[in-house]
């Protein structure tokens, strides 16, 4: 494959100017990403201060740790905001930020873990191709620039994907690391965390009961004002075009929505409200209400294209998805003044999953925090596994087709630019357990996109409702 131009400019200047790379330089190639091994990768970290711009170029299996670099530089740096970045990114022609100070005439800092590989491959021009040259060569771009460790390998993180009976012994050391002697107590006197809401107490029941059906449900939803007036607003969106105006909980509930989906509508939206939507969110990632919007109707959608013997309770499936980042909120309230530095962690550490900067500075991820608060509050335990395993496409205990579909549904959102993190690939497994396809799957989505405006009002409204 043929070497950008503006490299092979670069390339032709080092060698004019220094005979010793120019064999170097000669062997310069690009390769697509299933050549370039994982362990060699590198990427360029942009971030800025009252200074000016700085890139930071480290492995890509690693995260930045963004207090040793401050602390070795002494400055005060965060991610560069995503316009600037993207305006990086055009003006350069370039896929991702190319780890080349010469082409960014931006300042650098060059992870000292760089200087152990024999080749380094940095991403070129165009999606899924790097750029792959000898270390002697990148160091020589590189110039002379400050080498120091900034990086922690992701494995060394180590994330609780698959053991939760330590989950509590991890939340308990999170919780005390961060809270003083004089007022550790037991988790739940530590994470002064509200009750159950009564309306959901009284759905958890209705959901139980056989005897069950449109009148209690209505009588429940219209004993909260505001919880009603949100199942009619909801009814009445242009998003499901109903015939005729919705008069009350009950129409909506026989004419439109459903018996299951307003329950668990509902359920979703009471305990949304226990805890508040943080102000402050990552630069570039999608709002709370709007994320759970989103993944709530593609998981309905998407169990409705499940075979039958495998297809899960749609009703839990919406659920599951409404509070998929229940634990976000849980990490805000408990963690409030580290929950801006979990944030500024998350937007230059674009690259990789949250848990892995979660895990790195607390020593806890948003899914255990949210798995296990769900299990406090004595919630379907389907919906307790899916929030708690949501990261694990390997899982195969009980309940395992939620988390299975949370999964497949945040991934899915996220190669579209909704959600928070990067888009990891389903493994096969995923797909054969659950009886989909990956075109299906994405002949779904691609029909919830043409409706983008009607979610993103319905999203409002949630967002709306939970601040009155």
Not at 62 to 71: A, P, Q, S, V, W
Not at 135 to 148: D, H, I, P
Not at 185 to 204: C, F, S, V
Not at 213 to 218: P, R, Y
Request: hydrophobic share 40%; with cysteine; glycine share 6%.
């Amino acid at each position: 494959m043929a070497v950008p131009a503006a490299v092979a400019r670069l390339l032709e200047d080092y060698s004019t100017q220094r005979s010793d790379l120019a064999e170097d330089a000669a062997k310069v190639r690009e390769v697509t990403g299933k050549d370039a091994p994982t362990e060699a990768r590198v990427r360029a970290i942009m971030l800025h201060d009252e200074a000016g711009v700085l890139q930071a170029v480290i492995p890509e299996s690693t995260i930045l740790d963004l207090d040793r670099l401050n602390e070795g530089v002494g400055r005060n740096l965060r991610a560069l905001p995503l316009a600037e970045l993207d305006e990086l990114r055009k003006r350069l022609q370039w896929y991702e930020v190319p780890a080349l100070p010469d082409l960014t005439g931006c300042e650098a800092v060059i992870d000292a873990r760089l200087s152990a590989l024999d080749e380094i491959f940095l991403p070129s021009s165009e999606e899924d191709k790097y750029l792959c040259m000898s270390r002697r060569l990148f160091e020589a771009a590189m110039g002379t620039v400050k080498s120091m460790q900034i990086s922690v390998r992701l494995p060394e993180i180590a994330v609780n994907h698959n053991q939760p009976a330590k989950d509590m012994d991890q939340i308990n050391k999170a919780i005390s690391s961060f809270t003083s002697l004089r007022i550790q107590r037991r988790l739940e006197d530590t994470l002064e965390m509200p009750p159950l809401p009564e309306t959901a107490q009284r759905i958890i029941k209705l959901r139980v009961d056989p005897e069950a059906g449109i009148s209690e449900l209505a009588d429940i939803v219209e004993t909260d004002p505001s919880l009603s007036a949100q199942v009619v607003s909801w009814a009445s969106s242009s998003f499901y075009a109903a015939p005729g105006k919705i008069r009350s909980v009950h129409d909506a509930i026989v004419r439109v929505l459903g018996f299951d989906l307003v329950m668990n509508l509902s359920m979703g939206l009471a305990l949304g409200r226990t805890l508040e939507v943080p102000e402050e969110r990552g630069d570039g990632f999608t709002p709370y209400w709007e994320q759970a919007v989103w993944t709530a109707t593609l998981c309905g959608a998407l169990t409705t294209a499940i075979p039958k013997e495998r297809r899960p309770e749609f009703g839990l499936a919406y659920l599951v998805g409404l509070l998929h980042n229940f634990g976000y909120l849980v990490l805000a309230h408990v963690f409030p003044p580290h929950f801006s530095l979990i944030g500024r962690y998350n937007e230059a550490n674009r690259h990789v999953d949250s848990e892995n900067c979660e895990q790195f500075l607390l020593g806890i991820t948003r899914e255990q925090m949210g798995g296990k608060l769900m299990e406090m509050w004595n919630m379907p335990e389907e919906v307790c596994v899916a929030l708690r395993y949501q990261k694990n496409p390997y899982f195969n205990g009980d309940y395992a087709v939620y988390s299975a579909l949370l999964f497949v549904a945040t991934q899915l959102l996220r190669k579209h630019g909704i959600g928070e993190g990067p888009a990891q690939p389903a493994p096969q497994s995923i797909w054969d357990d659950l009886g989909l396809t990956r075109e299906r799957a994405e002949d779904v989505l691609q029909e919830l996109l043409s409706m983008s405006e009607d979610m993103k009002s319905l999203a409002d409204n949630l967002a709306d409702a939970t601040r009155s």
